[in-house]
């Protein structure tokens, strides 16, 4: 629409106009994802996101996701100003894990080292000794298994589960999920994959352990993208937020892509396999962050001084 375009337009000139560099999920609208590549800025998972933004040089970050991955943009570059189409953009997982009984959780557990996923407040990550994305999570946990360490985990009790019982890990899991990856139904991949018996399952580390069972890739939204490209599926049944078919497409134009079913007969629901928050992201609100200054992410001094050490820890892990 004629609006859009309108908005987009003016979206690139504030851009330029206040050195501010474009920071997207995959999971954003399509338009903003494309704008993001128009624009030198970048498209990404979580963790590519984090470096992204910490590397480049413009002063201010618009950050289009949900809020931790704003604040650990600014955790991560204090000196830049991280704007966001909307601080109302929050994550099931960062509601299901307050800071107060997070930390008596450590408290009671002081033997376990403390890892907690990226879907986090800046407050809980104070708290932690590593963080963690779903693309490197197996990788540290491994790492810290082998120097004998027990680890407490929070908050995605799926990713935890996956984890686990990828490395064997001694883990104590806090009780968190996603409620968009929730949603998968075993069932339903079942029966389509019944209709597609060539299709490729992939799968995102937040669905429950039979959606995870029956994937033949498990890994961050960037993960699956490369899985959707190396694989030879000419079909592929994706289990993870609708969002990430933009990209996903690009990369494998051929290529047939299913979404997961959220249902057990098999059926999609319409409103099920897209998160609420990411879809607060618009080029109107964008528009107005860029033009007003309005959204912008501010963390506590000392917080964020005890938040870098486990996000720099992630940051600079070599398999
Ligand atoms: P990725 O790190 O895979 O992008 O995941 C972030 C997220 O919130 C998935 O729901
Ligand atoms: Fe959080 Fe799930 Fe939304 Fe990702 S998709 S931001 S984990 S609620």
């Known amino acids: 629409p004629a609006e859009d375009k309108a908005r987009a337009a003016e979206i690139k000139r504030l851009l330029v106009a206040r050195n501010a560099v474009l920071v997207a999920h995959y999971y954003t609208d399509d338009a903003i994802q494309q704008l993001a590549e128009e624009t030198g800025g970048c498209v990404a998972d979580s963790l590519e996101m984090a470096r992204f933004g910490a590397r480049h040089e413009a002063s201010t970050l618009v950050v289009a996701g949900v809020r931790f991955m704003g604040e650990t943009a600014k955790i991560l570059s204090p000196e830049k100003r991280v704007l966001m189409p ?48 779903s693309s490197i999570a197996v990788d540290v946990i491994e790492h810290l298994q082998a120097r004998g360490e027990k680890v407490l985990w929070a908050p995605d009790k799926h990713l935890g589960g996956y984890i686990q019982q990828q490395t064997g890990a001694d883990m104590l899991l806090w009780d968190g999920a996603c409620i ?3 949603e998968f ?93 990411m879809a607060m992201n618009a080029l109107d609100n964008m528009a107005t962050a860029l033009r007003e200054g309005s959204g912008e992410i501010r963390v506590d001094a000392a917080l964020r001084e005890k938040a870098l050490k486990p996000l720099e820890r992630m940051l600079n892990f070599k398999r």
Request: hydrophobic share 45%; charged share 20%.
């Open 86 to 133: 909307t601080l109302e953009a929050t994550c099931s997982l960062d509601l299901g894990c307050p800071a107060a009984e997070f930390n008596a959780f450590c408290d009671a557990h002081p033997d376990r080292t403390v890892v907690v996923y990226a879907n986090t407040s800046a407050a809980v990550k104070a708290r932690a000794d590593w963080v963690v994305t």
């Open 180 to 182: 968009v990856h929730e």
């Open 185 to 277: 139904k075993a069932k339903g991949i079942e029966d389509l994959k019944a209709l597609h018996p060539d299709a490729a399952v992939l799968v995102h580390p937040e669905s429950p352990a039979a959606v995870v069972q029956l994937a033949d890739v498990v890994g961050s939204t960037s993960q699956l993208i490369s899985a959707a490209k190396q694989l030879p599926n000419e079909r592929m049944i994706v289990a993870t937020d609708r969002g990430i078919f933009f990209k996903m497409q690009q990369a494998v134009p051929g290529k047939l892509l299913f979404e997961a079913p959220t249902a057990g007969n098999g059926a999609t629901c319409k409103s099920c396999a897209h998160c609420p928050w």
